[in-house]
């Protein structure tokens, strides 16, 4: 039996006070070797968020393709935000297309419009006076 007047572990006292301790340790920058590693994948990653924006999902699809193609050359290590971001922009293409998909068609706008719709015959003006 134990003695429940005295705790076996003391978790408030010793090690860091709050504001020295930190979930993780600061981590330094890419080296300038992954950094220019990393150019190619950057660069396809602007590409895919240019082609969204645009809601080209075609472009999307193949610039998606490609960054991914720059992921698998690299250590898994310095592309986890990289692989959040392309799972993310799977989501948003998919989206996007069902959404265009459903979506009834539009005449582009930069075309002739056709005919204007029938405006309704304008009423007689009054002179104040009502009739009951």
């Known amino acids: 039996m134990t003695n ?4 076996r572990v003391h978790l ?15 981590q330094p920058g890419f080296t300038k070797r992954q950094k ?4 190619p994948l950057l660069q396809a990653m602007r590409r895919l968020g240019e082609a969204v924006k645009r809601r080209d999902w075609r472009a999307a699809r193949a610039a998606r393709a490609a960054a991914w193609d720059e992921v698998d050359k690299l250590n898994p290590d310095l ?6 971001r392309l799972w993310k ?20 706008r930069t075309t ?21």
């Open 12 to 26: 408030l006292t010793g090690g860091p006070t709050w504001e020295v301790r930190k979930a993780m340790p600061d």
């Open 112 to 132: 002739t419009p056709g005919p204007a719709p029938p405006q309704p015959a304008p009423r007689p003006a009054r002179d104040g006076r009502t009739r009951h």
């Open 36 to 39: 220019q590693a990393r150019k």
């Open 89 to 108: 922009y799977k989501q948003q293409i998919a989206a996007g297309e069902t959404r265009d998909r459903l979506r009834p068609v539009r005449p582009d």
């Open 4 to 7: 429940r007047a005295r705790p």
């Open 79 to 84: 592309t986890r935000e990289e692989r959040q």
